[in-house]
């Protein structure tokens, strides 16, 4: 069964030759707890780059978004949300952006209504019933726009928030969280059988499994110091198939970034400055600071505003 709870561990094999991370000097390369296939391989050559994104803007509803925690300056959320559009444009990616919908205060937070996965979009159940509607623009962009495959929800029961959804490059991790329960953990499962897929219990008062822990390079997990983040991650090395190696940041929000075609973007120095120390101090890739403070405010990461998609040129006739 592809969704499981690993009760043992698999025999450890030497690993593959191939590009090292992009952790400096002080940990050691990561090694596999079982064999990888070829496909396994390709993904991690071709992991963190894409070549699309699909982003919404900020709408004027955004100030009833579920979970906002202080007033919100939605001219200054705008300006951010713009600077994270640009931020990926630099780096190459093909933007897709949606028009603000007023009817969905909490559109502009993307990551939520898709996960695409070697050119196969699974569209997401919201755990939030007032976000169920924002599947739609995201179904008709990824059909129109980027034609790819598309895998729904069968599950009537079934919820999960795409920022619950933890992507290594060899393996997937589920959050089981107020938003995601196993049900749409299976369908995570189901909808990528070429992966393993585990499921990881997340702390009560915690949104999602990708508010405590994200990539920060190929096999890099970028987590913070805070005791339900390394709690998660003993979790996650427990069960995992291969080993990862971490990079412990101070500030929690800062353990949420994205790795984008060779840049790790992540929060400023004006939002997380010791976290900032951290990935210069201790990464070799390259870096793109983004503030995102008022984003922030409804419960938000760096991952959520967009979803990224990696489309395979198709030959010329």
């Given at each position: ?28 390369s990561p090694r596999p707890l079982c064999s990888s296939s070829a496909r396994h391989q390709s993904g991690m050559a071709t992991f963190g780059r894409y070549t699309h994104a699909i982003v919404c803007r900020v709408p004027n509803a ?256």
């Amino acid at each position: 069964m592809l969704l499981r709870h690993l009760s043992r561990r698999a025999r450890v094999f030497p690993a593959p030759a191939r590009a090292a991370a992009c952790l400096r000097p002080g940990a050691t390369s990561p090694r596999p707890l079982c064999s990888s296939s070829a496909r396994h391989q390709s993904g991690m050559a071709t992991f963190g780059r894409y070549t699309h994104a699909i982003v919404c803007r900020v709408p004027n509803a955004f100030k009833e978004a579920v979970g906002l925690s202080a007033p919100v300056n939605l001219d200054e959320a705008r300006r951010q949300h713009e600077a994270y559009v640009r931020s990926l444009r630099q780096l190459d990616v093909d933007v897709i952006e949606l028009p603000a919908d007023e009817k969905h205060p909490d559109c502009v937070f993307v990551e939520d209504c898709a996960v695409v996965c070697n050119g196969i979009a699974l569209l997401c159940r919201p755990g939030h019933a007032s976000r169920r509607g924002e599947v739609d623009a995201i179904r008709a962009v990824i059909k129109k726009e980027l034609e790819l495959p598309i895998v729904e929800v069968l599950d009537p029961k079934a919820t999960l928030d795409g920022g619950d959804v933890l992507f290594t490059g060899r393996e997937f991790f589920v959050g089981l969280s107020g938003r995601t329960n196993e049900a749409g953990a299976a369908a995570v499962a189901a909808a990528f059988p070429e992966f393993s897929c585990t499921p990881i219990r997340v702390p009560a008062g915690t949104l999602h499994l990708k508010t405590l822990v994200t990539m920060a390079g190929p096999d890099i997990l970028a987590v913070s110091e805070l005791d339900d983040a390394q709690t998660v991650l003993k979790r996650i090395e427990r069960e995992a198939t291969f080993r990862y190696q971490t990079l412990t940041v101070r500030e929690p929000a800062a353990a949420n970034c994205v790795l984008v075609n060779g840049t790790l973007i992540h929060r400023a120095r004006s939002e997380c400055p010791e976290s900032c120390d951290v990935f210069e101090d201790r990464l070799s890739t390259n870096l793109h600071p983004v503030c995102i403070s008022e984003l922030a405010k409804a419960d938000a990461g760096l991952t959520c505003c967009s979803i990224l998609v990696r489309k395979s040129k198709r030959p010329q006739l």
